[in-house]
């Protein structure tokens, strides 16, 4: 037996899991029906190979116990993760639904398998591991995720909701249900005031986040994707602070009655809970920050900081009997800011993918047990309860929602609209979080565990089935605006442009708040936390070669997607033309205007889109690059045609977040001294300082316009050769001072001279367009050298 | 026989109205966090630090040299601010509130304190520098190739935007010149970003100008041209190849132009 090594099994291990692996990648489209019967194979041929019993020092062996859970557990993610991929291959589907929907199949899948197959789900849920491992990432997530902003702004009618609705629907349903309870005919006489308020406290516990990328298309209003947002954070800590102070009563009452102090006591409990929770957040979430403050030199470890700071307030919390899940969301929601600045761009990328990598492995795993305990014997089947429970969810809800709201809005400059109310109360889908609550019931004080978690599954397959595929038909229901879509290509276009031109105005109008403690705390950030937590200066280079970095990612993808789509689409369309422009079959229109609501620029909004279970690159980040570099490209352009220009200070503004700069970098004054003889330094308009460009024959410039397009995101690594001309001095020296960094940046040329033409097309439009005005923004690079404009106007007039 | 070409359609008091966010309202939250400031009760607890906030609030906009100068208490800064009356009978009733905000507001654009603002000022807005449009927005504060933005012009251009009043509509003495905030002249605003020459015409290669700047690069230059030119020719009624600002305006008849070009806190 003892020789049974590390050898023998491992090989075979590894066979089997390519087996698996290739049976699954070889049908890869939507194969949830070859996995599963990949699975049952394997799991037949284990249960076999485990019950077969060792006598003698074998040659080959099979130690399945051994690696069973690890085993089991890696097999189920990976199974989910191939169904989510065959989820997203079709393009309908996430749209149709949830992404939960699909997890709990998966789940269902799976415990079908094990029922099937008699097999033994390991034993991997139980109360401290759901607390200890699975809890904190999916806490840690969407508090890291959270936009901070708004939720400040917000932050009254967010608690007023957020606790309150959880506590009125914990007390409501229980109440409620222990009236059922009291009707003797159902046969639940059993169940005594406590469980049932346990059970209400449970269920109270709503996840609307699944539905969030449901109706994210649909662009629900930023107040009401707060509130949404703000509930799924909030929620989970509440119910299960009431839980705990509950199950705490329960076992109180095991033994003795409940007195009204201990009721006076639970309530002081619960608040001194919370609010312990949150400052022990708030602390580690300034230590973690002031740490990462030092990592410059060793920027690996800049992750596992995070981590494990937020980690640890989740765990002191615990061990003082404060809520974790409190700690680990203030410390997130404490530290995100700081620590973005500080850290470098790669562990920035490395927090974000390793957070939403963590949260949706343990939701994964907890739906996989749903589905191992849906499918199985454990079950009480009482129609009075369960359908009792289903109603009074939604009835608590319901009167949670408008009563609240109600009141809430008398407060409010702008109240929640009718519409919107309902969309909060259709939005209380629940999810893993209710599940796990009720799994983890002690069946010594519960003896009708079975009946809640039962009940508790009915409900989450209700409301994430049901009422998770019907949110997004409804919300564009009610959404009117959406109902006329019927719009001509002029509507659509224009339509657009007044909203950018709104958006625009806005930003030139401000932003104005009346919060005078944000304001207040802004002020305070400002002189004293930023100074103590944020580091003072960013090593140049890494700033000035991520913005290189940045540029010729994008640009590289710039330069393909245009390759690509113009091989796909462009001969039609031109066939089109040449024939005869006039008539245009009602296809090519529609298509056209599909083509116009897919890649016109959205217009900015404040709440970046949410997505659960995916880290979906920015389309407003990505779009912001892509105009910066579109407008820098005709910026050089209009540059090498001589235009003078106005030099102005540098701004110390500063918006894009995935940047991590500091508030305002000092200007290396070598850099400054540089740029000094381009510089206008009263920053006005008031006389450009002339520079001539006589140097430049036109044959040149056009062939320096030929260069351009390699030019933006190499700058001056192909420039050595040609004459020293404005903007080359410019970026030379700019490179001098600072740019070790990306300047061995080597690039597939071809790829640049196949699109040339692309490119140029472009240019050749801006040069004509004499108020696409030149702008390189100070965006990018706070504190950099320059800032540019120039007047079109004048020249035009 | 045409039809009325462009209705002054009164305002859809349920779209102004608290209704306004709707679901789907891209307004979003922005203007509630504006609103509270226009309640004067709520403004007065503001207190002296009050001509601070939009400094705060729009915190891209960075420091201003001698900001402290900007301190000051309520009365005294709104007498600071040059021709208030004569500004507001321009500028149809912009609120004194508003006035004093707006205020506020460009003197913290006005980083150097030059007393007027200039392109660059405004280029540094971040917001803008990430609008497709920013250039042409900020084109559009600086009417006839002025380089100087001064307080008056500041506040006419944004009275574009204020909020169709309709009690104010019904009361309008009809000799009187429209309001700026009159659908007319909003449709005037949005029309003169498409055109650049000032013909009074869209052309085609305007309008390709105007799609270049909104629609992403995946498009390519094929089919944006014809775009372009399906979008002219559905707008051109009398065959010049050209959308003129009537055309514009009537084939935006039925959209909600009150709604679509109002900040509500420019009330």
């Known amino acids: ?797 | 026989m045409k039809p009325p070409v462009v209705r002054a359609r009164p305002a859809d008091p349920a779209a102004l109205g608290p209704a306004f966010h709707s679901p789907g309202s891209r307004v979003g939250g922005k203007e509630r966090r504006g609103s509270g400031a226009w309640l004067p009760a709520k403004a007065a607890a503001f207190g002296p630090g009050a001509t601070r906030r939009p400094r705060l609030g729009g915190g891209r906009g960075g420091r201003r040299p001698g900001g402290s100068s900007a301190m000051g208490s309520r009365s005294s800064h709104a007498a600071r601010i040059p021709d208030v009356d004569s500004l507001r009978r321009e500028t149809g009733s912009v609120s004194q509130a508003s006035l004093r905000r707006l205020y506020d507001r460009f003197q913290a654009l006005d980083r150097t304190g030059k007393g007027y603002l200039s392109r660059l000022d405004l280029q540094q807005i971040g917001a803008l520098a990430v609008n497709p449009l920013g250039d042409r927005i900020i084109d559009s504060f600086f009417p006839d190739g002025s380089l100087r933005l001064d307080f008056p012009g500041f506040v006419r251009v944004l009275a574009h935007f204020r909020p169709v009043d309709e009690e104010e509509e019904g009361n309008r003495d009809p000799k009187e010149p429209e309001p700026l905030n009159s659908r007319m002249n909003k449709l005037r605003f949005a029309f003169q970003l498409y055109d650049l020459d000032r013909d009074g015409k869209i052309s085609r290669h305007e309008m390709l100008q105007a799609l270049r700047l909104m629609v992403g690069v995946q498009v390519t230059e094929e089919q944006l041209e014809s775009i372009a030119d399906r979008t002219v020719q559905e707008a051109d009624e009398d065959g010049d190849g050209a959308v003129s600002f009537l055309e514009f305006a009537k084939s935006l008849e039925k959209m909600n132009i009150e709604q679509k070009m109002s900040i509500r806190i420019l009330k």
Not at chain 1, 191 to 196: A, H, S, T, Y
Not at chain 1, 220 to 233: D, K, S, Y
Not at chain 1, 371 to 391: D, Q
Request: net charge positive; with cysteine.
């Open chain 1, 1 to 797: 037996m003892g020789v049974r090594g590390l050898v023998p099994f491992c090989p075979w291990d590894w066979c089997l899991l390519l087996a698996t692996l290739q049976c699954c990648g070889a049908s890869s489209e939507l194969n949830r029906s070859t996995d599963s019967s990949a699975q049952r194979e394997l799991n037949v041929r284990f249960a076999a190979a485990s019950s077969q019993p060792a006598e003698a020092i074998s040659v080959f062996t099979l130690d399945y116990d051994y690696v069973q859970i690890p085993y089991e557990v890696t097999l189920w993610i990976l199974l989910a993760s191939l169904a989510k991929i065959g989820f997203h291959l079709n393009r309908r589907l996430p749209r149709l639904m949830p992404e939960s929907c699909l997890l709990i199949l998966v789940g269902a899948l799976v415990g079908a398998v094990i029922f099937g197959t008699d097999h033994k789900s390991p034993p991997v849920m139980d109360s401290s591991i759901y607390f200890l491992y699975l809890l904190p990432p999916i806490v840690l997530e969407s508090g890291y995720f959270m936009p901070t902003r708004p939720f400040f702004e917000n932050l009254g009618s967010i608690l007023w909701w957020a606790g309150l609705g959880a506590l009125l629907n914990a007390f409501g349903i229980g109440l409620s249900l222990y009236l059922v309870c009291q009707v003797p005919a159902f046969g639940l006489g059993d169940v005594n005031l406590l469980q049932n308020l346990l059970f209400g406290s449970l269920m109270s516990a709503v996840d609307p986040v699944a539905v969030l990328a449901v109706f994210e298309e649909a662009r629900v209003n930023e107040q009401l994707h707060m509130m949404i947002f703000g509930e799924a954070l909030l929620n989970d800590g509440i119910s299960v602070v009431l839980y705990n102070i509950l199950i705490a009563f329960t076992k109180m009452h095991k033994f003795e009655g409940i007195e009204p102090v201990d009721i006076l006591a639970g309530c002081a409990r619960f608040i001194i809970v919370g609010c312990g929770g949150v400052f022990f957040g708030v602390i580690f979430g300034f230590i973690s920050a002031f740490i990462t403050r030092f990592t410059q030199n060793i920027s690996a470890i800049e992750p596992l900081i995070v981590f494990m700071f937020s980690y640890l307030s989740y765990l002191v919390a615990e061990t003082l009997y404060l809520s974790g899940i409190l700690a680990i969301t203030a410390c997130a929601v404490t530290m995100k800011k700081y620590v973005e600045e500080n850290v470098s761009q790669t562990s920035y990328t490395t927090i974000k993918y390793f957070m939403k990598m963590l949260s949706s492995v343990s939701e994964t795993l907890i739906f996989i047990f749903m589905g191992v305990s849906t499918i199985g014997k454990n079950h009480e089947w009482n129609w009075a309860f369960i359908c009792f429970t289903l109603v009074f969810c939604q009835i608590w809800r319901a009167i949670s929602v408008f009563v609240l709201f109600y009141v809430s809005n008398r407060f409010r400059t702008f109240p929640f609209s009718v519409k919107d109310q309902c969309v909060i109360f259709y939005s209380g889908v629940r999810g893993a979080g209710s599940f796990s609550l009720a799994f983890l019931l002690p069946l010594s004080l519960f003896p009708r565990k079975k009946l809640f978690v039962t009940a508790t599954l009915v409900v989450i397959y209700f409301t994430v089935f049901i009422q998770g595929i019907t949110v997004g038909p409804l919300v564009r229901y009610l959404d009117v605006r959406k109902t006329n879509k019927k719009e001509s290509i002029n509507e659509e276009l224009h339509a657009r442009l007044m909203d950018h031109l709104k958006a625009g105005v806005e930003d030139v109008c401000g932003q104005w708040s009346h919060y005078q403690v944000r304001d207040k705390f802004k002020k305070f950030d400002h002189k004293y936390l930023r100074k103590v937590l944020i580091r003072k200066n960013l090593p140049k280079s890494s700033l000035v070669s991520l913005y290189k970095k940045l540029e010729m990612k994008q640009a590289i993808e710039m330069v393909e997607s245009g390759v690509l789509s113009s091989t796909a689409f462009s001969t039609p369309h031109q066939a089109q033309r040449t024939k005869e422009t006039k008539r245009l079959s009602p296809e090519d229109v529609e298509s056209m205007r599909d083509i116009l609501t897919r890649n016109m620029y959205q217009v900015r909004q404040r709440t970046l889109s949410y997505n659960k279970y995916n880290l979906q690159p920015q389309t407003s980040e990505k779009q912001a690059k892509e105009i910066l570099i579109r407008r820098r490209n005709t910026f050089r352009e209009s540059m090498k045609k001589g235009h003078s220009l106005p030099w102005g200070k540098p701004a110390g503004t500063k918006n894009i977040r995935y940047l991590s700069f500091p508030y305002s970098s000092p200007l290396p004054a070598g850099r400054d001294m540089k740029v000094a003889e381009f510089t206008d330094h009263d920053g006005s308009d008031s006389e450009p300082p002339p520079i001539m460009f006589s140097t430049h024959s036109p044959k040149e410039s056009i062939q320096e316009r030929r260069w351009a397009p390699e030019v933006i995101p190499m700058r001056s690594l192909h420039r050595a050769g040609t004459p020293p001309h404005f903007g080359y001095r410019r970026n030379a020296s700019r490179e001098e001072h600072l740019g070790r960094g990306g300047r061995a940046i080597l690039r597939p040329k071809p790829l640049f001279h196949a699109v040339d033409e692309e490119f140029e097309s472009e240019e050749e439009s801006e040069e004509e367009a004499p108020a696409f005005g030149s702008l390189l923004s100070s965006e990018l690079r706070p504190g950099r050298d320059c800032n540019l404009s120039h007047s079109p106007l004048l020249q035009r007039k």
